[in-house]
């Protein structure tokens, strides 16, 4: 065996016997081949062992295999079933957001889309465009300057924003609103990853929001700006001209006696009017100059640039032009006017409210001094807007101590000249001024809503002088009172009217109510209706100032008067003016046919009044038969003429009643009603004809 390289395995035996490699005897032999059979045995051993452990590591990882494959299996189950159920809730919300008007879109941290839904681009036009970009406000986009601040502050804080509407230009040219809202995105640790929000295409619903704010801004009847809008471009105006050092004018345009064709033609012809103006004074003045309407029968005009007088007055009188046009109104050729008051900023007032209080102060001026003209505000004006205030408090005061008395102006028959009545015409005894004219309170106290008040006071004190004279044996002449058309529409007349009488046992036959178609046409249905009750209480109606308003003739006998007053703008004509006699010739005619008397005012001279008998008018009033006059003028006047002495109206002998000394003359009781006055039979009461003679 020298020489001869043996296995490791052998060697190992060979080691492990005590043996060298160098086996020469026969023992050695058997020995190493006992070694050698037991390595065999062993390395046998050992495979088996291996071959085992092979055999269970096998199996392990078999068992191992089958789970994992079985979870796996399990995972990828769960994969499917919930990327079906992904894909089942992707299409129900994308099949609602094709149903929703609302698109859906994202962005960055720094702002720009990363998303936007298809109906996105569709609306806005640019949407492949706006990937990667930034909104930017300018020339494409607008938006309400406080909604965009609003909106930039809640980026700007990472907050959400709900609505914001901003308008978007597309590349068409085309103007669409779009309302978004938006809440931010954070990542895990809380670092800003952009927005993500919807928004929707929201033009018709502002388009419609616009049409309701022009409804609102705009006056239905006439189209035009309406009270809001005007004093928003008022303060406008008013801001530019400030920023420029500009000025501009207000005029304050106010029709005549619209009231009247309301009340004669009915509100439709009325609107009708309106409406018809309204287009005018809008196509006569220049693009830049804006018409309102301020409403009832208000315009206002706002003149920019425009503050000299001169071309002021040009326009002012462009625009009575305008309203001077005849227009065909309910049938009928009509024609209007009006009156302007004029303001001008700087001048007259730096505020709206100044500006337009002294243009309507103007403007009431320009009534006062007889209507269709322009006044400018001036200082006179203002002064006048004061002294008014400062009379309407006195008046308060007068009315609280009864500072009136009555005046008293007769009517006579035409042609006998015998006493049917007499007005009571009411005077102020104002402490410091003396005696003031009613044409001075009466207006005021109607616009100050103080007519009622006064109102009450003289037909108490005419109920009381009738008891006055009677106490002092003078049978009372009948009384007529002046109702105003305020006083009129209130209900309270009807209970003023009772408790006078039944305070003063006066009868209603000695009193006559007069009225003027005004009063009686703002609404005939309830005049009709309270004339009816005045006519229970046995009180006679005269329709007063006759044929100064719109009414036609035919409308007297819709109500229940007794007499009709011709005005004394008619009686002044004759017996010259053809118009004037051919219009007091057919109010006779038409009233007698009614059954009425017809009273003629202001008659002021023979010729006049001779023109008058002639026609067949009944009664007649005025200067030339007697001035309003103290109730002891009125008495000492008719005391002379019981006894037939002819004296002048003003210098007969006082005889003070009520409250004053009263003396009766002479023996026989002084009768105004009489029967024994000058022969003629006058049965007591209103109705009656004659009573005492009254002359000159
Ligand atoms: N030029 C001229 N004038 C004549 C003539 N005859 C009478 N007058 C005046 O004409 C007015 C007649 O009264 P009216 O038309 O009812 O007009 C009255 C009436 O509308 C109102 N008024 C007077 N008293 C009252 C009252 O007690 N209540 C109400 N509501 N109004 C009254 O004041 C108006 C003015 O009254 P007055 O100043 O007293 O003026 C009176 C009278 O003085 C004449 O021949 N020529």
């Known amino acids: 065996m020298r020489?001869?390289?043996?296995?490791?395995?052998?060697?190992?035996?060979?080691?492990?016997?005590?043996?060298?490699?160098?086996?020469?005897?026969?023992?050695?032999f058997g020995e190493l081949l006992k070694h050698v059979s037991r390595a065999y045995a062993e390395h046998d051993q050992e495979r088996t062992l291996l071959e085992r452990s092979q055999d269970l590591a096998s199996q392990e990882m078999v068992a191992l295999n089958d789970a994992l494959r079985a979870e796996r299996d399990a995972l990828e189950q769960r994969v499917l079933d919930r990327t079906a159920a992904l894909e089942v809730s992707q299409s129900r919300l994308s099949s609602l957001l094709s149903l929703s008007a609302d698109w859906i879109w994202e962005q960055d941290a720094e702002l720009r889309f990363t998303y936007v839904s298809e109906e996105f681009s569709t609306a806005v036009g640019f949407a492949p465009r706006l990937i990667g970009k930034r909104h930017e406000f300018g020339a494409t986009i607008e938006a309400d300057g406080e909604a965009q601040a609003e909106y930039e502050r809640s980026v700007a804080e990472r907050r959400p924003y709900r609505d914001f509407t901003y308008a978007i230009v597309r590349p068409d040219g085309v103007k669409r609103w779009i309302r978004a809202s938006g809440e931010p995105v954070f990542d895990a640790d809380a670092v800003f990853r952009g927005y993500r929000g919807v928004g929707r295409d929201v033009t018709e619903i502002i388009a419609a929001h616009q049409v309701v704010k022009q409804m609102a801004q705009l006056d239905h009847l006439t189209g035009l700006p309406n009270r809001r809008l005007f004093l928003i471009e008022l303060d406008r105006a008013i801001a530019r001209a400030h920023r420029d050092g500009s000025g501009f004018s207000v005029c304050f345009v106010d029709l005549d006696r619209f009231k009247h064709v309301n009340d004669t033609l009915g509100h439709l012809a009325g609107d009708q009017l309106l409406a018809t103006l309204g287009k005018r004074l809008r196509a006569d003045l220049r693009a830049t100059d804006l018409v309102a309407r301020m409403g009832g029968d208000e315009f206002v005009v706002l003149l920019e640039g425009t503050t000299d007088p001169a071309d002021v007055s040009r326009l002012a009188g462009v625009l009575l032009g305008t309203v001077n046009q005849v227009l065909h109104v309910a049938g009928r050729d009509m024609q209007v006017s009006a009156s302007i008051g004029i303001a001008r900023y700087p001048d007259d007032g730096i505020d709206a409210t100044t500006l337009l209080s002294h243009a309507d102060s103007a403007m009431y001026e320009a009534k006062a001094a007889g209507k269709n003209r322009f006044h400018f505000h001036t200082e006179v004006a203002a002064r006048e807007a004061a002294r008014q205030f400062e009379l309407e408090a006195q008046l308060r005061l007068a009315i609280a101590r009864e500072e009136f008395e009555l005046h008293y102006q007769p009517k006579l028959g035409v042609d006998d000249r015998a006493v049917t009545a007499v007005e009571a015409l009411v005077r102020w005894r104002h402490p410091n001024r003396g005696l003031v004219m009613p044409g001075e309170f009466i207006a005021l106290a109607e616009d100050r809503g103080l007519i009622v008040a006064i109102g009450r006071l003289v037909i108490k004190m005419a109920c009381r002088q009738i008891a006055a004279w009677r106490r002092q044996g003078i049978e009372p002449p009948c009384v007529a009172i002046n109702v105003s058309a305020k006083q009129f529409a209130?209900?309270?007349?009807?209970?003023?009217?009772?408790?006078?009488?039944?305070?003063?046992?006066?009868?209603?036959?000695?009193?006559?109510?007069?009225?003027?178609?005004?009063?009686?046409?703002?609404?005939?249905?309830?005049?009709?209706?309270?004339?009816?009750?005045?006519?229970?209480?046995?009180?006679?109606?005269?329709?007063?100032?006759?044929?100064?308003?719109?009414?036609?003739?035919?409308?007297?006998?819709?109500?229940?008067?007794?007499?009709?007053?011709?005005?004394?703008?008619?009686?002044?004509?004759?017996?010259?003016?053809?118009?004037?006699?051919?219009?007091?010739?057919?109010?006779?005619?038409?009233?007698?046919?009614?059954?009425?008397?017809?009273?003629?005012?202001?008659?002021?001279?023979?010729?006049?009044?001779?023109?008058?008998?002639?026609?067949?008018?009944?009664?007649?009033?005025?200067?030339?038969?007697?001035?309003?006059?103290?109730?002891?003028?009125?008495?000492?006047?008719?005391?002379?003429?019981?006894?037939?002495?002819?004296?002048?109206?003003?210098?007969?002998?006082?005889?003070?009643?009520?409250?004053?000394?009263?003396t009766s003359v002479g023996s026989t009781p002084v009768s105004l009603g009489s029967p024994t006055c000058e022969g003629v039979h006058m049965p007591a009461g209103c109705a009656s004809q004659a009573s005492a003679s009254f002359t000159q």
């Open 490 to 662: 209130d209900d309270v007349l009807l209970a003023d009217l009772t408790a006078a009488m039944t305070e003063s046992s006066v009868g209603g036959g000695e009193l006559v109510v007069e009225l003027t178609e005004t009063a009686l046409m703002a609404d005939p249905e309830r005049a009709t209706g309270v004339l009816e009750a005045l006519r229970r209480l046995g009180v006679r109606i005269a329709i007063d100032d006759f044929g100064t308003g719109y009414s036609s003739l035919s409308y007297l006998k819709r109500f229940p008067a007794d007499e009709v007053k011709i005005d004394r703008s008619f009686v002044d004509g004759l017996p010259e003016d053809p118009d004037d006699l051919a219009i007091t010739q057919a109010v006779i005619a038409m009233a007698h046919s009614l059954g009425m008397k017809v009273v003629a005012e202001g008659v002021e001279t023979e010729a006049q009044r001779s023109a008058l008998a002639a026609m067949g008018c009944d009664q007649m009033q005025g200067y030339l038969l007697g001035r309003p006059m103290p109730v002891e003028d009125l008495v000492g006047r008719l005391s002379k003429a019981v006894h037939g002495a002819v004296a002048p109206v003003l210098d007969g002998p006082s005889v003070h009643v009520d409250g004053v000394a009263a």
């Open 3 to 28: 020489g001869q390289v043996l296995h490791p395995l052998l060697l190992r035996q060979l080691r492990r016997a005590g043996l060298s490699a160098d086996v020469d005897d026969a023992v050695a």
